[in-house]
């Protein structure tokens, strides 16, 4: 069933503080819904003119009085007005820009609710937009992944995502779908007949079109998640490498602990940092050993399924250890085993190996991998560790086509989903099976492309994207 509408409908009134909690200059208040212009009225004086009515004022318009509550004035405010369906969530609107304190939004928000609004949920704002047909799903998940980015790349595909382009694409394929999907069905009704609305062998160079770009979306994905999650970044070795010592230098903060004990870093860290317009998503692991301690075993089995997720592994060595360049059975080995990542290895404590060139060089032929000497401690050669790591995804993280590029899971998934459903539809076809079962195919891909704009989703789907809201938006 659509959840969408196209006449705005008000539902009850929310209020809401839309920036964030704390001292500041000002402080933004938005209420809407029904009658929220007859609850402003009830509480606001416009300075200067004692009969003046809120609720009959223009939208877009800014007034500026004060608020007044039972015990007397709350708060000198500006009040912008916004009629529906020209506003944010297409219904009555009202902000209230307040002094920014905590105390003062408090009675601004009691006073608001003891004149008719309840609290906002978490993304109540946007999800009423998405309601009333002014924004698409798609688009409303932008808004939160715009306000989320960390990165400069993260942002510019949010924006990019928030103005449409990925939606415009999805709706010309699902228009195309549903063309291909009403010939068959109109076949159907007609079946008695035996008639053909549309060629076969044109239905299917229709289909293997809408394939290949549905895949061009699909494949599109792996630098999506780059952009907007961040290269996944794990550092592993030996305890006592360096490993939390490194991450400190990369994040410029005292984020992990650093001890001299091994196995302190008992379950792992999650960090980002931007480097050059790249955003690396840090993962410090525990120590790969055989743990003695249980919460460290679990720790451990917890690095590994981090390194199998991994698209960059930095593996650190002690060069001030000799052992330590036995490592390189062990480096080659994960080289072998994660495919699918890159691999750098990190030889750490230069300052306190007499003979480090030599031992790097020997590295580097014994593992066949990219070898950076660094010392975290001290902060040298980190310049050269970024660029390597830089260089590493070069390609990966760069926009192939910067307008229409999958970066959620969840679109993902759909699109994946969509794409089967469209390849089954051609192996029918190619098996001369019946128009009811090829039909059958192409109404799913249709739901699944519905459902990443949200023409068709389930209000499950719709509270996990809001909730990862903040209240206000
Ligand atoms: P982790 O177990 O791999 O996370 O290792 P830590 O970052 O906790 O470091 C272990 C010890 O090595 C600490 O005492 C660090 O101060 C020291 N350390 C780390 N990097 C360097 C380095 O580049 N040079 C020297 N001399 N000591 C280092």
Redesign the pocket.
């Known amino acids: 069933m659509p959840l969408q509408t196209s006449q705005p409908v008000q539902e009850d009134p929310i209020a809401a503080i839309a920036t964030p909690l704390g001292v500041g200059a000002l402080a933004v208040i938005r209420i809407s819904g029904s009658g929220v212009l007859d609850i402003a009225q009830g509480l606001f004086r416009k300075s200067g003119h004692f009969d003046f009515q809120l609720r009959e004022s223009k939208g877009f318009t800014a007034h500026f009085g004060r608020v007044y509550d039972r015990d007397g004035l709350v708060d000198e405010v500006i009040a912008l007005v916004f009629r529906s369906p020209n506003s944010y969530t297409r219904e009555d609107m009202v902000e209230f820009s307040c002094h920014g304190g905590p105390v003062v939004v408090r009675h601004m928000l009691q006073a608001l609710y003891e004149a008719g609004c309840r609290p906002a949920e978490p993304g109540e704002f946007t999800r009423r937009a998405f309601i009333n047909g002014r924004i698409d799903l798609l688009q409303a998940e932008a808004i939160g992944e715009m306000i989320h980015a960390r990165s400069e790349s993260a942002y510019r595909t949010a924006v990019n995502q928030m103005q449409g382009n990925l939606s415009m694409k999805l709706e010309q394929l699902r228009q195309r779908l549903l063309e291909s999907c009403a010939m068959l069905e109109l076949e159907l009704d007609f079946s008695e007949e035996d008639v053909e609305f549309q060629s076969r062998g044109e239905l299917r160079e229709q289909l293997m079109q809408l394939q290949a770009e549905v895949q061009k979306l699909v494949d599109s994905y792996q630098h999506g998640r780059l952009l907007s999650e961040g290269v996944a970044t794990v550092?592993v070795?030996?305890?006592?490498?360096?490993?939390?010592?490194?991450?400190?230098t990369l994040l410029g903060e005292e984020r992990?602990?650093?001890?001299?004990?091994?196995?302190?870093?008992r379950d792992y860290i999650e960090e980002c940092f931007v480097h050059e317009k790249t955003m690396f998503r840090l993962t410090?692991t525990a120590?790969l050993r055989e743990a003695a301690e249980e919460i460290e075993r679990e720790g451990v089995g917890r690095s590994y399924k981090k390194i199998g997720e991994a698209d960059l592994i930095l593996y650190?060595l002690?060069l001030?250890q000799p052992e330590s360049l036995k490592e390189s059975e062990v480096i080659r080995e994960f080289r072998e085993t994660y495919t699918h990542a890159k691999l750098i290895v990190i030889a750490?404590?230069?300052?306190?190996a007499s003979d480090s060139e030599e031992r790097l060089q020997q590295l580097r032929e014994e593992t066949g991998c990219d070898v950076a000497g660094?010392?975290?401690?001290?902060g040298?050669g980190i310049d050269g560790l970024l660029r390597l790591m830089s260089s590493m995804v070069e390609g990966l993280d760069k926009l192939h086509d910067a307008s229409v590029l999958v970066t959620s899971l969840r679109h993902y998934v759909s699109l994946r989903n969509a794409g089967d459903a469209v390849r089954n539809a051609l192996e029918l076809l190619g098996a001369y099976a019946g128009t009811e079962l090829i039909a059958f195919e192409l109404r799913s891909a249709l739901d699944y492309v519905g459902e990443i704009t949200g023409k068709v989703v389930s209000e499950e789907v719709l509270n996990v994207i809001f909730d990862r809201f903040c209240v206000g938006k």
């Open positions: 550092i070795g030996k305890p006592n490498a360096g490993k939390s010592t490194l991450l400190n992990a602990i650093v001890s001299h004990m091994p196995g302190t870093t410090d120590g650190m002690d001030s750490n404590k230069t300052d306190l660094i010392s975290a401690k001290q040298e």
